[in-house]
């Protein structure tokens, strides 16, 4: 994951001095509190019920596939990007890693190819957003839902529009374990997390992230290799979907095209509120997995009232458009 | 892998006459006029006077897909009008989503909020497959509605229409009509083409027809909405110039297919609909549009599903059956509907 280094001294000052608040701290806490009150309001109309440790976990199991695939959409973002194609992606990868063929031969050796094959169908589709962006020069926009469009077919096609059941043992196994008491898909969204957040905040990769993110040009006049730089980028947020989509066949014991329909929204939605800019040059990972817990918290509580769905549509949207207004606030403090 | 849920679905359309129970016969009479029903007291119900009679308290968590179309609306509505009517129920709903990691989180906090039985109609059977092990483990009766699990565990009871009975009704019903006439020309208008309950409604539909040495000429596929329902029919129109039948998969799309055939000013043909809303009801009623029937797929499963939960919980079986248990599973009868059977039908139909 990690990058060679190559000039690391000079480039971390052309991430815009000033702009970029250190680990932003004073925004991440008004995200704690947000979901701090969430949570509150939890507690007070479902009481008991809300603040169990099942529940918690519930909450968490929730969050971790959808968190996953917002860690590698944050970096995207951050340098300007989007990816619109990490829903149907995600669906393709958990096909290809079901096939019948795949099945066999993941029972004859380890269910660990089941892994391996999703990862590469998840690197492979972010390589070709990256090279398409980067060096075909096609707004990440446009690449990426090109990429979602035809992932969602490929995926329809080589699932004959059916879903796979997964019938691989140690596969099931694997992921119905809780170790410690946590549910394996939380932990793996912890180490995803874990290990974003190091790469972005202490690794030359995440500081060119944010410098390509502030100031395309200058980064490239400044030493860095912003093409091969964004390929990577786009790579890396495909490997989060290949994670994703491993553990979403981990909670579902199957693979469809259907699997990850509209997460390219939820994740950007849980990566904007969490306080990423969309124009990119500033984000962070901490408030990426405190978004997506708002969401699923939110979902949690509808969820336990007995509350319909469409009044929570209308509930996340307003915070949505609350967290974009936000943002436009600092970013004109910043200029002033 | 080998058993996929189209594969099994045909198996079951093919084994219905084990296992089918009329909805009209046996679920169908709502507990305010269920005298007849309960008059009927069979040996094994309990003493307590009938099953609609109050019993212990019941907390049923029910979950649906989105309501993005009338059936899928009606489900849900009718589920909670039927938890309704009885005082010693109470249905926590949580309510459409087409996410199923969603859907499995809501499953997961019925288990955790200890719920006496689950109703369920999955987004993706196999998807929902793990979660309803895990609550049929936690001792929770799971009741399944409309797409089956893969696994036999994974349900107490299931509930589900007959996708492949609803291709061969509608194709009886055009049989009848052109008896004897192959050269006839038949079209078909499906719902969304990657759903296994689509290649089941065809399948079925095919094999009526060709017991009657007929078979469709013209398919073209739409997704359950007016807006598909009105360019899939117009592309038709346009590419048969003389059509002797139409049976239109969905009423939902068939508000716009019968706008293009409006639009186009044909009428030398008729039009079997399909799934049974209350709007094609009344047309058929009138007799005054193309449309002379329609094949029920009941909107009401979800709300006998409801019921079976609460039998199970109460430990009280089906009275109109010997049985001592509510049975695995009921398949349900796809009728078609008539200008002379229409009024059976239409109180039971769905809005759409």
Known sequence: MTEPTVAPTAESAVARSGRRLPGGVTRNLGLVIALVLICLV??????????????????????????????GQTFVITAGGIDLSVGSMLGLATVWATTGANQYYANQTTWLLMVAVALVVGVAGG????????????????ATLAMMVAAKGLAEWIANRQTQIVKVRGFETFFSANPLGIPMLVWIFAVVAAAGWVVYNRTTFGRRTVAIGGNLEASRLAGIKTNRHLVLLYALCGLTVGIAAVMMMGRTMAGTSTHGTLYEMDSIAAVVVGGTLLTGGRGTIFGTV??????????????????????????????????????????????? | MSLTTAARRITIGGALVALAISLAGCTGAAPTDATSTTASTVAAAPPAGGNDATGTKVVIGFSAPAADHGWMGAISKAAAAEAAKYPDVELKVAEGTNDVNLQISQVETFINDKVDAIVILPYDGAALTPVALQAMKAGIPVINIDREFDSPFAARTTVLGDNYGMGMSAGMYICGQLGGKSDSVIAEIAGIDNLPLTKDRSDGFAKALSDCGLKVSNRVAADFTVQGGEQAASNLLQAASHIDAIWNHDDDQGVGVMQAIKNSGRNEFFMVGGAGSANVMRDIQADNTVLKATVVYPSTQAADGIRMARLLVQKKALSDLIEVEVPRKIILYTPAVTKDNVAQYLPTAFES
């Open chain 1, 42 to 71: 939890g507690f007070i109309t479902a009481g008991g019920r809300f603040a169990s440790v099942d529940n918690m976990m519930t909450i968490l199991r929730l969050a971790a596939i959808v968190g996953v695939v917002s860690i």
């Open chain 1, 127 to 142: 390589l070709l957003n990256g090279i398409m962006v980067a060096y075909g020069k096609i707004a990440p926009f446009m």
């Open chain 1, 290 to 336: 405190i978004g997506v817990l708002i969401f699923t918290t939110l979902t949690n509580i509808f969820t336990q009232n007995n509350l319909p769905t469409s009044v929570q549509e209308i509930t996340k949207g307003i915070i949505i458009v609350g967290a974009v207004l936000l943002q436009l606030r600092i970013a004109q403090r910043a200029k002033a």
